[in-house]
Every structure is written in structure tokens, then in C-alpha cells.
């Protein structure tokens, strides 16, 4: 079931799957995660958090305003593949579209490309690197 958390349930599941645990989870937070109209997503499985992610009001050029950055997109490993990060991230496209919202991007690494393409994200950027992170495409989705 998805259903919105606050910005600290998403810590140590971020930890977990995009830091490889290796930060404390509070080094997982990012400053726009209080922002105004930033929102987050969990999906609960048997009482347990197994996927996260949060989006923020975040314009990119040339796109304009009326935007919101998809960060944080986080699947426990043994829930992966079941189709979860799609409930989730199409549950926010569908609030953010009711809410009058533009368009959505994301930072995607390259792992994700696949991921996101499927949901209709296109790629808007050529390939870079986010130093500890690894290789990412900015990716972008319009909704409205």
C-alpha cells in the first residue's frame, strides 16, 4: 500500500539501498526534503517499509515552473522487480498532475534508465557523474 511518510521514515531505507549503508541515515537527508510542497512515499509490506521515494519543488530549465524533482527513489532488494517502484512513483505522478504540476525529473543512475524509461520518463541530458555516486542521466516526464 502506498501511503505518504514524513521525510525521516525514508533515512534508512535511502541509507540502505543508495548509500550501500554506509552513511548514517541522517546523512541520507537532503535540504529540500522540509521544503514547502515536498512530499514523500512509502510502500508498507507487512508492516515494513520497502520502498521510498520523495519529490520536490524543483524547476528545471528550459521546462519552466511548475515542476517537482522525483529524489530518493529507494527499493529494498528482496522487493525489487515486483513492480512497487511503479505503484509508488505513478501514485505521485497522479497527485502531483492533480495538483496543476508540469512536468517531473530526476537525477537517474544509470542502473535506473530502464526503470524510468518504462514509466515514460525521456532522457534530457547526457551522461554524468555524481561524485561517490556513480554514472546518471537528468530524465524528464510530462504530465500536464
Same mark, same amino acid.
Request: charged content about 20%; overall charge neutral; aromatic content about 14%.
Given at each position: ?5 514524513? !521525510?525521516?521514515? $525514508? =533515512?534508512? /531505507? ?5 548509500? +550501500?549503508? /554506509? /552513511? $548514517?541515515? +541522517? ?5 529540500? +526534503?522540509?521544503?514547502? &510542497?515536498?512530499? %514523500?512515499? &512509502?510502500?508498507?509490506? +507487512? %508492516? ?16 519552466? $515552473? ?27 505522478? =497522479? ?5 496543476? $504540476? ?9 542502473? !535506473? ?18 561524485? &561517490?555516486?556513480?554514472? %546518471? ?8
Amino acid at each position: 500500500m502506498v501511503e505518504f511518510i514524513n !521525510a525521516d521514515q $525514508t =533515512l534508512s /531505507l535511502r541509507n540502505i539501498v543508495l548509500r +550501500d549503508g /554506509l /552513511l $548514517t541515515p +541522517d546523512q541520507c537527508r537532503f535540504s529540500e +526534503d522540509a521544503i514547502e &510542497g515536498a512530499f %514523500h512515499l &512509502g510502500y508498507m509490506s +507487512d %508492516h515494513q517499509l520497502v520502498c521510498v521515494c520523495s519529490f520536490v519543488p524543483n524547476e528545471l530549465d528550459p521546462f519552466g $515552473t511548475a515542476g517537482f524533482q522525483l529524489r530518493g527513489m529507494a527499493t529494498a532488494n528482496e522487493y525489487r522487480n515486483r513492480g512497487i517502484g511503479n505503484l509508488i512513483v505513478n501514485f505521485g505522478v =497522479l497527485y502531483l498532475k492533480g495538483r496543476k $504540476t508540469k512536468y517531473v525529473w530526476c537525477n537517474a543512475r544509470r542502473a !535506473a534508465y530502464g526503470f524510468y524509461s518504462g514509466l515514460g520518463f525521456e532522457f534530457i541530458s547526457e551522461e554524468f557523474e555524481i561524485q &561517490g555516486i556513480g554514472p %546518471h542521466k537528468k530524465m524528464y516526464l510530462k504530465i500536464s
